[in-house]
């Protein structure tokens, strides 16, 4: 069975520190990690990393990927309250059918103090 | 910039009752999927769909469930006879399938569902 552990579950930092949050994960045929910012409602895309694409940044966001170690880890630079969410990492597997779901972890709740 | 969409984004049902979710997926993708989520859980993968027929499906998605594709827009999901354990936000994403080494998948809005 597919799994992805995501750490901290929880994480209350003060605007301008940097944070960094994980996400392990054991999967058969590995594909691709997704990393998503959930405010209120749907996920929204931030990243994907693959095996032709191991580090991505955007503004005050980076993400590496390890495929040897199994991990990867987001980093927000100089917080702002508005990144104030929860992450939520997920990973898409081979399985065959073309279209495959994504296993996602529980998710790290990140607050913003200002 | 487009994007998923869902309705209703609320939807109140009675324990036995049908209900429908639909959703319209970005128009040039050609995968769908459907998620839940229930409440303080993890976003769980239901069914997916590719070329008129399910790609994939979890243990979730039993005989309860139906997905489908009337048209050349919409993409529904049917549950039969809701129970109580069914309620959960529904989400809907969609992916062009054109990555080589993975599928970005763009999510809707979501649609709650609180089956009394």
């Known amino acids: 069975e597919d799994k992805v552990v995501q750490s901290p579950l929880s994480l209350v930092v003060h605007e301008g520190d940097t944070v960094t949050l994980n996400c392990s994960y054991e999967?058969?045929?590995?594909?691709?990690l997704l990393w998503y910012k959930q405010e209120k409602k749907a996920p929204t895309f931030l990243f994907m990393l693959?095996?032709?694409?191991i580090e991505k940044k955007s503004g005050r966001l980076s993400s590496i990927l390890d495929k040897k170690e199994l991990f990867s880890i987001l980093n927000i630079t100089a917080t702002q309250t508005g990144d104030s969410a929860v992450y939520l990492c997920?990973?898409?597997?081979?399985?065959?059918?073309?279209?495959?779901?994504?296993?996602f972890g529980k998710g790290t709740h990140l607050i913003i103090q200002p | 910039e487009p994007e998923v969409t869902q309705t209703p984004s609320h939807q109140v049902t009675q324990m036995g009752q049908e209900v429908i979710l639909r959703c319209v997926p970005i128009s040039n993708h050609l995968y769908f999927y459907w998620y839940r989520q229930i409440l303080g859980q993890k976003v769980e993968f239901l069914v997916s769909f590719y070329n008129n027929e399910i790609s994939e499906k979890s243990e979730i998605f039993d005989d309860q469930f139906s997905v489908e594709r009337p048209d050349g827009s919409n993409f529904t999901l049917k549950i039969r006879s809701t129970k109580l354990e069914d309620s959960a936000m529904y989400f809907c994403?969609?992916?062009?399938?054109?990555?080589?080494?993975?599928?970005?998948?763009?999510f809707g809005p979501g649609t709650r569902l609180t089956v009394l």
């Open positions: 997920a990973v898409e597997a081979v399985r065959g059918g073309g279209a495959d779901g994504l296993t």
């Open positions: 999967v058969t045929n590995f594909r691709s």
């Open positions: 994403a969609s992916s062009d399938g054109q990555g080589g080494f993975g599928n970005e998948q763009f």
């Open positions: 693959t095996s032709s694409g």
